[in-house]
């Protein structure tokens, strides 16, 4: 995503299965640090920061709303489900 959109000027790969086999595995401190380091757009950055973070997926964190970002948390209105039946 970021090297196709020209976010990274360069993909490096990262040892390890490139075929999506389960396998526990995390960044080191060093690797969040070079990673952080080296995406240079600030908003792709905040978003890969907090997609490692949270672990919510891409479309996951593109679908939230402005409307649900308060007071520097996530949150959602509650419905009136009275109003649902």
Do not use: C, Q
């Not at 360069?10 to 080191?28: M, P, Q, S, V």
């Not at 757009?41 to 949270?54: E, H, I, K, L, P």
């Amino acid at each position: 995503m970021g090297f196709a959109n020209n976010l990274v000027e360069k993909a490096n790969t990262i040892k390890g299965d490139t075929k999506g086999e389960f396998r526990l595995r995390t960044y080191t401190a060093e690797e969040l640090k070079l990673m952080f380091a080296e995406i240079t757009d600030g908003s792709f950055n905040a978003f890969v920061r907090f997609a490692y973070y949270t672990g919510a997926r891409s479309g996951e964190i593109r679908r939230i709303a402005k409307e649900n970002v308060l007071e520097g948390s996530l949150g959602r209105k509650r419905e009136n489900r009275a109003e649902n039946r």
